[in-house]
């Protein structure tokens, strides 16, 4: 399972989305992935670029979303396919939050295509704009999607669990959710082929001409934090950083209540 081929890359992300490893008594286990049955196509792939011997079942269960709920399982016992799994970066048992990106050299874009199309969405918003999302329980993952992503797209983010679950949602609106999907879902790649369509469809989105482009959020600075904190006024730091009192204020207030931690000391110089 070479990383740098993209479709074992892309395979490998899947899997650690949505894959479960288990182990059994002895050398026993098994690796598991179940989607819904519309989805049986790409489990189809994944035992085709497997050399081991798989099987595809199918069942049909009562689940909180549905009566009837029809889906598809792939699954693999053979114990080196799992070796070689678990060792690249696929845990048995619980792993969520432990999941991350691959030591070894990969095809990123293949990697996160991988992750979107397990635990992401792509598509429209209900005000009709692009979207391209990732939920994870992975800080890992998620800070490596919002690295690789903001190369591609310009567009900065910072990770943060929500309060409600601890996951962390992160999301791509509009161009920059234009750019990283046309990034990630290139012609003849393997994917979900639902979510291959509407990653296509996020192209034919224009921007209203009367809707206003936000400009780039400036990140503040440990030097910029000094310098606030030395004037201890906002309108002489405003004048000083070339920025606006509001956005001073507001940050020396962070400083001074706790809820942003203080620059580093620097060391005095000799």
């Not at 598809?72 to 939050?97: D, F, I, Q, V």
């Not at 999941?99 to 070894?104: M, Y």
């Not at 879902?185 to 296509?200: S, T, V």
Request: with cysteine.
């Amino acid at each position: 399972m070479d990383l740098e081929d993209p479709e074992y890359a892309y395979m490998f992300g899947f899997l650690q989305a949505d894959g479960h490893l288990s182990k059994g008594t002895g050398q026993k286990g098994r690796l598991t992935v179940e989607l819904s049955a519309r989805d049986v196509g790409i489990l189809r792939e994944f035992q085709r670029l497997t050399p081991y011997n798989s099987s595809i079942t199918g069942r049909t269960r009562t689940t909180n979303f549905a009566a009837s709920h029809k889906s598809a399982s792939w699954n693999l016992c053979a114990l080196e396919a799992r070796t070689r799994l678990n060792e690249l970066g696929l845990p048995y048992g619980r792993k969520s939050t432990s999941i991350a990106p691959p030591q070894v050299p990969f095809s990123p874009r293949d990697y996160l295509r991988g992750v979107i199309d397990a635990d992401g969405s792509v598509g429209f918003t209900a005000q009709g704009f692009p979207f391209c999302s990732l939920t994870t329980a992975s800080t890992a993952v998620g800070a490596y999607l919002c690295f690789y992503a903001g190369k591609i797209t310009g567009a900065e983010r910072s990770i943060r669990r929500n309060t409600r679950d601890g996951i962390f949602n992160i999301l791509y609106t509009k161009e920059a959710a234009q750019k990283l999907s046309a990034h990630l879902y290139y012609p003849d790649c393997l994917a979900l082929e639902r979510k291959r369509i509407a990653a296509a469809a996020l192209a034919t989105w224009s921007r209203p001409a009367n809707m206003r482009v936000a400009p780039d959020r400036r990140r503040w600075t440990e030097s910029e934090d000094r310098v606030l904190l030395e004037l201890n006024d906002d309108a002489a730091a405003a004048r000083e950083l070339g920025r606006t009192e509001k956005s001073c204020y507001i940050r020396l207030w962070r400083l001074r209540t706790g809820k942003t931690p203080m620059p580093t000391v620097r060391p005095n110089s000799v």
